[in-house]
């Protein structure tokens, strides 16, 4: 059971040939994945929705917003990601772990994960982390599947980089995550046997 090749902790570079809308040109982030499955969040396919609107959904007061934004932490106008097609109305935010909130686990020495809405007021009043996504929803994998979805070449797999996670742009993030493994990802056919 140790011996498991967990893909926990990296990026998941979807396949120029994956065309699965959910998953396009897609980096998913593998928060968890042993021999009962797989759990990660696409973090580079941005939704409609800013920050401020999700608060004003959520009733979460917005404090000083119009002060702020000549604040370089103010965040409300920054995009809410969809992580996935499952539970697409479950928010989770991945952050810097920095602060002190109700539901967190950490995933790397760099990167947490909370549920709690604690963390959202928090980011409402500029006191939140100081690197913040904000997802909904998120993808998930039966046992095997995504090994198999591995072999099957879907996929590439890197360790995950928290300068990508953080301070890429989204458009950018698929295109940066493949050249962490030194692969222009553009230049990859999806049709076999054309270079």
Not at 125 to 146: C, F, H, M, R, T
Request: charge should be negative; include cysteine; hydrophobic fraction near 40%.
């Amino acid at each position: 059971m140790t011996n498991f090749p967990s893909l926990k902790n990296h990026f998941l570079i979807a396949m120029p040939d994956l065309l699965d809308p959910n998953f396009y040109q897609s980096v998913t982030y593998i928060i968890e994945h042993d021999e009962q499955g797989a759990m990660g969040m696409v973090i580079n396919h941005p939704l409609n929705v800013d920050f401020d609107e999700l608060f004003a959904q959520l009733d979460i007061p917005i404090e000083n917003s119009e002060s702020s934004q000549g604040n370089n932490n103010y965040m409300g106008n920054k995009k809410v990601i969809s992580g996935g097609p499952v539970q697409i109305e479950r928010g989770f935010i991945i952050h810097s772990p920095h602060g002190s909130w109700d539901a967190t686990m950490m995933l790397s020495d760099e990167i947490a994960l909370t549920t709690s809405q604690d963390i959202l007021s928090a980011i409402s009043k500029n006191k939140g982390p100081s690197d913040v996504e904000v997802i909904l929803g998120y993808a998930g994998w039966e046992a095997g599947q995504l090994d198999h979805e591995m072999l099957e070449n879907s996929w590439l797999s890197v360790k995950a980089c928290p300068e990508i996670l953080f301070h890429t742009p989204h458009a950018k993030r698929w295109k940066a995550a493949a050249k962490l493994i030194g692969i222009d990802i553009s230049q990859l056919s999806s049709e076999t046997g054309h270079s």
